[in-house]
């Protein structure tokens, strides 16, 4: 335990205490839950772990220091005071990223240059040249946090956002991201332990998250790389043998994982991008309008879905909710139903009483993920059937 360090793992709102569950269940110490964010402890070994297998982090993040700011020049100084041989050298390349918030700062990307020109003027007085900034694919990424006056310069071990699984390389119009899928997926207390369907899949995220949290696959083991490889310490036997014990977890799926779309492009695109994720196996997809279907299979199935909105598609609101909640009462008996939207105002539509409403996010648009239980038969025959049990 002598090697652990702090790590800071950074969420989408409303996600922090699966994430949290997430961290315990990989086997993190002292987890803590922020807002947007949960703070853990481990080794090199576990952040390697944690890029690679959690399902709802945007990036996994390691604080090398902390300090009190009252300004610019005040930032300037505390971070040209610091070792930052360790972490870069002058022929690297580096990019900062600043979030502020904070009276005496005002600028973000004024924080990101103060600390830029404190980092490159350190390099020029020990090294007589200083590192090139290269923002899009740097050697080092620097996270700057400053909450009024308390300032923390972590690095970045994830590089862009864990949402690029890496799988995805066709997507329709505005397409759910990867870790907003895992989430809601998580919170409407999937596990691969029954039928699951996706009615309007766009473009297969949620059926390929689906299948991922199903057979136990590392989130992001198709992935292309991380930021971490190329630090200085990187190792990369370790960064292996994290992969082949995270892959020797995987565990079969007895059950189907269907998804259906009336739109061709769609179907097309969520082929492809489940291919590319090696799903094949595990996912049916058909071209097929949810509105004229009934339930195909027998015993429970659970329906996840993010249906269109205003801004995605042009759509009368009303009957298309209202179509929604007539095709689960009429034509999908023993389903646990759930889905994301940002028009609660259409929600009166479904004609369904929800089970429970949870408020998350859709990028900024604030949503609701709510659940219908269809029932076998009427619910009122449902509880005397259990009563006489």
């Known amino acids: 335990m002598g090697n652990n360090f702090r790590m800071i793992a950074k969420t989408l709102f409303g996600f922090e205490e699966i994430l949290a569950k997430e961290l315990r269940n990989l086997g993190a110490g002292n987890v803590e839950v922020g807002v947007r964010s949960v703070a853990f402890d481990g080794d090199t070994g576990f952040m390697y772990k944690a890029n690679i297998c959690l399902r709802t982090a945007i990036k996994i993040i390691k604080p090398i220091s902390s300090f009190h700011v009252s300004g610019e020049d005040d930032l300037y100084k505390k971070v040209f005071r610091m070792d930052w041989a360790e972490y870069l050298s002058v022929d690297d390349t580096f990019a900062i990223d600043a979030t502020v918030f904070s009276d005496n700062f005002t600028h973000s990307l004024y924080v990101s240059q103060k600390t830029k020109d404190a980092i490159a003027d350190k390099f020029r007085e020990t090294d007589g040249k200083r590192p090139n900034v290269d923002v899009k694919n740097p050697d080092l990424r620097i996270n700057i946090h400053i909450h009024q006056d308390q300032c923390n310069v972590s690095l970045d071990s994830s590089g862009a956002s864990l949402h690029h699984r890496g799988y995805r390389t066709a997507t329709n119009i505005a397409p759910i991201n990867e870790v907003l899928a895992a989430g809601l997926l998580l919170l409407s207390g999937w596990d691969g332990q029954c039928d699951f369907m996706d009615p309007m899949c766009g473009s297969g995220t949620m059926l390929t998250e689906a299948a991922m949290i199903a057979c136990n696959i590392p989130a992001n083991i198709n992935r292309k790389g991380f930021a971490f490889e190329k ?9 292996e043998k994290i992969i082949d014990a995270s892959l020797k977890k995987t565990r079969e799926f007895h059950h189907k994982i269907i ?8 179907v097309r695109k969520a082929i492809d991008n489940i291919e590319n994720a090696n799903l094949t196996d595990y996912i049916d997809i058909k071209r097929d309008n949810f509105f004229k279907t009934e339930k195909e299979t027998e015993g429970p199935l659970h329906i996840c879905f993010n249906p269109p909105y205003g801004e995605r598609l042009d759509i009368d609101m009303q009957n298309f909710y209202t179509s929604i909640g007539d095709t689960l009462k009429q ?12 028009n609660l105002d259409a929600l009166k539509f479904v004609g369904l009483r929800p089970s429970r409403k949870i408020k998350v996010f859709n990028s900024h648009l604030e949503s609701r993920l709510v659940q219908y239980e269809i029932y076998e038969g009427s619910k009122k025959a449902k509880y005397q059937k259990t009563s006489e049990n």
């Open 231 to 239: 630090w200085p310490d990187f190792d990369s036997q370790l960064y």
């Open 259 to 266: 998804g259906m779309d009336k739109a061709p492009s769609a």
């Open 331 to 342: 034509g999908y008996p023993g389903t646990n139903a759930w889905m994301i939207t940002s």
